[in-house]
């Protein structure tokens, strides 16, 4: 090699040195108005400290150093994560506003573009938010014509665990822990992901196709629509747009409806469905439990009436299972990410507008000075002394604050009525015995999924 390629390689290495100690400093100088934290290194920020697929629980290791308060970097990016009930309590209720920003991902930049209601910040969310409340609740969300409507579909689910006649049945979850690990990633280094080839590049197609389809309903929906008379969600938002459309401004147009119908459906698709698998699940690992249930089934509602959602307040047990299997199963530990909205003071420490942060919703599932025996599944979580139900305040599976799931009443219900439906017509049988049945469960991004197991549903 000689000197003119000694000197180029010399000037490389200075290059990236001297790009690598700006960002070093860069993030060092956020920091100090940041709450403290471990030590980022340059570009990867403290990516290798939580080297784990359940991320959660080194967030809480890490909590157990810096305080419920702390900052990390995950890549250049700082994150403030809060742990505990009473930290995640006071930013998402007692300043509810200030931290009610969704955190603006890269990977959202694939996918919604910042419409519809999930990942929308501003007036847009606010907007769209109002308007979906509203209109679930005016077709019967929480009401008795909604509960008919449930009512009918596990009927239909009934009848075909009745055809399997008792066969066993493979319940199977499919998660590709490189392509959500590819995804992850494209969050932390957007600019260098974006020029390789890669998973997250088919995400983009994959959404875009999901858009499709509900482009192709709506279409449908606008060939038979009667203002007067909306049938369903998508009736009427096409109603909002129609009223809105000498509105320049208006953010009631085909994006957001779009967007907004696929955000309602696969949050309320995706969370009730993983928690019903996980609870029979649990409910096979512990028959004891499961066999309470049914007694209490019997005597409340028999053996010949369908379930309905007055029967739940007579039926202490079966309600603190279904909150203790939420609460133990733990969906989404990380919680949806938040940003603060402005320039916000929080415990001392300075979180300039924008600043995303992580309440850490498994710390307060499991938040040992509001559950006694966090780690275990124990139904008496929700119980009083004499038996009945009780309210935990570290039940936050939703999350909390303004931006609670808008579907939670739904959720309930049905979780409900599908729990008590099944027991109450089926015996749920393992393929193995109760002690070898493993809870461990798979991860997908930043989620939890039941792992895949057998049962067989054995008719009463």
């Excluded at 096979?284 to 019997?298: D, F, L, V």
């Excluded at 008590?420 to 749920?428: E, K, V, Y």
């Amino acid at each position: 090699m000689d000197w003119s390629q000694e000197l180029t390689s010399f000037s490389l290495i200075i290059l990236i040195a001297s790009l690598l100690l700006l960002l070093a400093r860069k993030m060092f100088a956020s920091q100090g108005r940041l709450p403290p934290g471990p030590k980022p290194v340059p570009l990867l920020g403290n990516l290798l400290q939580l080297r784990s697929r359940d991320i959660h629980k080194r967030l809480l290791e890490l909590s157990e150093k810096f305080g419920p308060v702390y900052t990390l970097y995950l890549g250049p990016q700082p994150v403030v994560v809060l742990c505990g009930y009473k930290a995640v309590k006071e930013a998402l209720v007692d300043h509810g506003e200030k931290f009610s920003g969704r955190a603006e991902l890269p990977i959202v930049d694939l996918t919604s573009q910042g419409y519809g209601i999930a990942f929308s910040n501003g007036e847009r969310w606010k907007e769209l938010r109002r308007f979906s409340i509203t209109t679930l609740r005016n077709f019967g969300m929480g009401k008795r014509n909604i509960e008919e409507r449930i009512q009918e579909e596990v009927q239909f689910l009934m009848e075909a665990f009745q055809e399997t006649q008792g066969v066993a049945l493979t319940q199977t979850y499919h998660v590709y822990r490189f392509w959500f690990c590819k995804i992850r990633l494209y969050n932390f280094f957007p600019t260098l992901l974006s020029i390789l080839p890669g998973p997250h590049h088919k995400l983009t197609e994959n959404y875009q196709e999901q858009v499709r389809y509900v482009e192709e309903i709506v279409q449908e929906h606008k060939k038979s629509l009667d203002p007067a008379a909306p049938r369903d969600y998508i009736d009427a938002f096409l109603i909002k747009i129609q009223q809105d459309n000498q509105n320049p401004h208006t953010e009631f147009h085909k994006k957001n409806l779009c967007s907004s119908a696929l955000d309602i459906f696969f949050a309320g698709q995706e969370t009730t469905s993983s928690t019903l698998g996980y609870g029979l699940l649990i409910l096979m690992k512990y028959p004891h439990i499961k066999e309470k249930i049914q007694a209490e089934i019997e005597s409340v509602i028999g053996l010949t009436r369908s379930p309905c959602m007055e029967d739940r307040a007579k039926m202490p047990y079966t309600d603190a299972v279904i909150h203790e299997i939420q609460r133990f199963i733990d969906i989404l530990p990380l919680g949806a990410p938040h940003s603060v909205t402005g320039d916000t003071l929080f415990r001392g420490y300075s979180l300039p507008k924008g600043t995303v942060i992580f309440p850490l919703l498994h710390s307060v599932l499991f938040d040992s000075t509001l559950f006694e025996r966090p780690q275990e599944f124990d139904p008496s979580h929700f119980l009083n002394q004499s038996g009945s139900f009780k309210k935990n305040e570290g039940f936050m599976p939703f999350s909390a604050g303004k931006r609670i799931c808008l579907g939670e009443g739904l959720a309930r219900m049905e979780l409900f009525l599908y729990f008590t439906s099944i027991l109450q017509r089926f015996d749920i049988k393992p393929s193995t015995s109760p002690s070898d049945i493993d809870l461990s469960p798979e991860y997908s991004g930043f989620g939890k999924k039941p792992p895949s197991f057998q049962l067989a549903l054995v008719p009463y």
